[in-house]
């Protein structure tokens, strides 16, 4: 990220970069009243965007989130894949302690729910404003209403 980006970031508040660099360091920290304390700040940033990352949400990579963590909710018990782009008011959830693993390169639009233990596969593209429930295999486009699966030839 160039300065210009920095700067531009940092004025509309989405300076995203340092909340994954605490983010990354809390997973490293053995010490328990550090992480503890990094849990905090984590939690007060990631309000102070609107959204909310849980404790023991796993990524394979850091996501793009191109309007930040705005609305943005993700569940302790969530697993991200790798190159994934998540886009504002979307919610990972979880029921009874189970939350969706979702698979490499996939893209979620903006006010999508995936909810409960499902998976999602590989290069799934889900549209904005689906509600999801159930597993999509890899290398579809999920759109909504009702949410249904177009495969790809």
């Known amino acids: 990220m160039n300065i210009r ?3 531009t970031n940092y004025s509309k ?3 995203m970069d340092r909340f994954w660099k605490m983010f990354r360091r809390r997973e ?6 550090f992480r503890d304390i990094l849990t905090f700040r984590l939690s007060r940033l990631a309000h102070r965007h609107g959204g909310y ?4 949400t796993r990524f394979a990579s850091i996501p793009t989130l191109p309007h930040g963590l ?3 909710y993700i569940s302790r018990y969530a697993v991200i894949g790798k190159n994934c782009r998540i886009y504002q008011n979307v919610t990972i959830g979880e029921v009874e302690r189970r939350a969706p693993a979702v698979g490499d390169n996939c893209l979620i639009g903006a006010g999508a729910v995936l909810i409960g233990g499902i998976r ?7 549209g ?3 509600v999801i429930h159930t597993d999509v295999p890899d290398n579809c486009t999920v759109v909504p209403p009702p949410a249904r699966i177009i495969e790809k030839g």
């Open 28 to 33: 490293r920290t053995k010490n328990r009243f």
């Open 53 to 56: 990352v849980g404790n023991g």
């Open 13 to 15: 508040g989405d300076d």
């Open 128 to 130: 904005a404003g689906a």
């Open 70 to 72: 705005h609305g943005v």
């Open 5 to 7: 980006e920095k700067i």
């Open 120 to 126: 999602i596969g590989d290069n799934v593209k889900i």
